[in-house]
């Protein structure tokens, strides 16, 4: 059996009050967040749902969290194999708790450790897939949130740079790589892609049909040379504030989004 967790398992247990329980995909995934801070809403299940992973392939989620993408991938993709990497050992505890809460033990793995100095028994390019949900706020404009575990979430301290450097790192040749990120950076992705990747396709998340996409979807494959294209992407929302039929059966279903 694969561990489910690779850190010191000393002090293990959550603090008293610390997480609340829920769930993802309908009820499908079982899956514990701090209670505080940093919680999460659409984009990891979004990420997870885009990742063209195919059975027994191993994939890699940089910036796990509490697990939600690398969860619901797994959820969707039988016998895919997820390795997690979080930087923050309590997120890091939580993530384990809910593979094992999942039955994924056999599937999920996570370790503790920083991107830039990644753990021995992550091989770098060793994986199929690799998919990040990295901080979307660049440093030099971000009013930091006061809540260290959320501004570590959510402000952008390293530069996509190293994120994307990180993931590509990590790809076998021809491997792909899966991120979301907000639309207004989108050209800070393509920068840092450069001309290591190809079939580059981006996917935007509109909010409503009138309005423009805040999010986006990128997928690349390193060493490709194929043209980049540009997909219809997902509405999610009705203008009552409803979730589309499109976007329900993501979310709640577990269905793909087109490729």
């Given at each position: 059996m694969r561990p489910?967790?690779?850190?010191?398992?000393?002090?293990?247990?959550?603090p008293p009050g610390?997480?609340?329980?829920?769930?993802?995909?309908?009820?499908?995934?079982?899956?514990r967040q701090p209670a505080k801070g940093y919680r999460v809403a659409v984009d990891p299940i979004l990420l997870?749902?885009?990742?063209?992973?195919?059975?027994?392939?191993?994939?890699?989620?940089?910036?796990?969290?509490?697990?939600?993408?690398?969860?619901?991938?797994?959820?969707?993709?039988?016998?895919?194999?997820?390795?997690?990497?979080?930087?923050?050992?309590?997120?890091?505890?939580?993530?384990?708790?809910?593979?094992?809460?999942?039955?994924?033990?056999?599937?999920?793995?996570?370790?503790?450790?920083d991107l830039r100095r990644p753990p021995s028994d992550l091989p770098?390019?060793?994986?199929?897939?690799?998919?990040?949900?990295?901080?979307?706020?660049?440093?030099n404009a971000a009013d930091a949130p006061p809540d260290a575990s959320k501004r570590k979430a959510t402000v952008d301290e390293l530069g996509i740079?190293?994120?994307i450097d990180a993931m590509l790192k990590f790809l076998k040749p021809r491997g792909r790589l899966t991120l979301i990120h907000r639309a207004d950076r989108l050209d800070q992705v393509i920068v840092a892609l450069g001309q290591r990747v190809g079939e580059?396709?981006?996917?935007?998340?509109?909010?409503?049909?009138?309005?423009?996409?805040?999010r986006v979807i990128i997928r690349a494959r390193k060493g490709a040379k194929s043209p980049a294209q540009l997909l219809?992407?997902?509405?999610?929302?009705?203008?009552?504030?409803?979730?589309t039929e499109e976007a329900e059966a993501v979310l709640r279903d577990g269905e793909p989004v087109e490729p």
């Open positions: 489910r967790l690779v850190v010191d398992r000393e002090n293990e247990d959550t610390y997480a609340t329980d829920g769930t993802l995909l309908g009820g499908r995934v079982k899956f997870a749902a885009a990742v063209p992973a195919g059975a027994d392939e191993r994939v890699l989620d940089l910036g796990a969290g509490a697990g939600a993408a690398a969860l619901c991938l797994a959820a969707r993709v039988a016998d895919c194999r997820v390795d997690c990497l979080e930087a923050q050992d309590q997120l890091a505890r939580l993530a384990a708790a809910n593979v094992t809460a999942n039955r994924l033990d056999r599937r999920i793995i996570v370790h503790v450790g770098r390019g060793g994986f199929d897939q690799v998919m990040s949900n990295p901080p979307y706020v660049a440093s740079e190293v994120w580059v396709t981006v996917i935007p998340l509109w909010p409503r049909q009138d309005e423009p996409a805040r219809p992407g997902l509405v999610l929302h009705r203008p009552d504030g409803a979730f």
